[in-house]
């Protein structure tokens, strides 16, 4: 049991970006947010830039705030024109509005930018299936299934 607490004890806290992701996931979108942003300084490289302003999008968009999270995913664009998690993010309020075909784009763009991005396959897997075209569906969704599971398999590396 000590070696159970000794393993704890001795480990590094979390940098910032790290709690900001565990919040995040928590739910605590509030202090996700607050913490996304002071992360956001001047000198931040441009694709860290525009992985803290898609999560802070995310955070956003769970609360509510479609249009400050639109421009969270699309200032992560503006900075990484072809960031995978921002077309997605940026496809999946298209398909929240209705936008079917939008989404669609969204989501191919997404794959061509990052074709190992199994979120952006299960998305489009979604959309394809609004438009009734249920081949590509189960396509799409069998492309993201074996991503998924070499993620799983694989490496588990540093966002931050």
């Given at each position: ?100 075909g ?41 492309t ?17």
């Amino acid at each position: 049991m000590f070696k159970f607490f000794a393993r704890f004890a001795s480990s590094q806290p979390p940098d910032p970006c790290e709690r900001a992701l565990r919040a995040l996931k928590r739910g605590e979108l509030e202090s996700a947010e607050a913490q996304f942003t002071a992360l956001l300084t001047e000198g931040v490289p441009a694709l860290q830039r525009a992985f803290l302003l898609n999560k802070r999008g995310a955070a956003r968009a769970r609360l509510g705030n479609r249009d400050m999270a639109r421009a969270d995913f699309e200032a992560a664009l503006e900075v990484v024109p072809n960031y995978a998690p921002s077309l997605v993010n940026v496809g999946n309020l298209a398909l929240e509005d209705g936008l079917t075909g939008e989404a669609v784009k969204r989501y191919e763009s997404a794959i061509v930018a990052d074709a190992r991005y199994a979120a952006a396959y299960f998305n489009l897997s979604v959309a394809y299936k609004r438009q009734e075209r249920f081949g590509e569906a189960v396509s799409a969704l069998r492309t993201a299934q074996k991503l998924e599971a070499r993620i799983r398999l694989g490496k588990n590396g540093r966002r931050c």
